[in-house]
Nanobody, 114 residues
Framework: QVQLVESGGGSVQPGGSLRLSCAAS????????MGWYRQAPGRQRELVAD???????NYADSVKGRFTISRDNARNTVYLQMNNLNPEDTAIYYC????????WGQGTQVTVSY
């Protein structure tokens, strides 16, 4: 059973930054793709960013230039650096891993408000 544990969420003011971490119980080097999704109240879960084994990345248009996804294979951890946060970024952020099937983390809350 694959376990994904997110951390790093919290409350910040607009313009602030947070770095989310997703620690996996398996070698993420074996995963084809890992990513971050988010779900705000009343909205569907949406892709924020993902990163493939080959190193390519994808970002939602709404976060391009502000968020950066990265990975540390030695630590089996994927990160999401979030800069210039705005209230529209408020959501629960979920880590996602593809390894034969889809695995989800428990989510971590990000709140951006004055």
């Amino acid at each position: 059973q694959v376990q994904l544990v997110e951390s790093g969420g919290g409350s910040v003011q607009p313009g602030g930054s947070l770095r989310l971490s997703c620690a996996a119980s398996i070698s993420i080097f074996s995963s084809n793709v890992m990513g971050w999704y988010r779900q705000a109240p009343g909205r569907q879960r949406e892709l924020v960013a993902d990163i493939h084994r080959g190193g390519s990345t994808n970002y939602a248009d709404s976060v391009k230039g502000r968020f950066t996804i990265s990975r540390d294979n030695a630590r089996n951890t994927v990160y999401l650096q979030m800069n210039n946060l705005n209230p529209e970024d408020t959501a629960i952020y979920y880590c996602r891993l593809l390894f034969g099937q889809i695995y989800w983390g428990q989510g971590t809350q990000v709140t951006v408000s004055y």
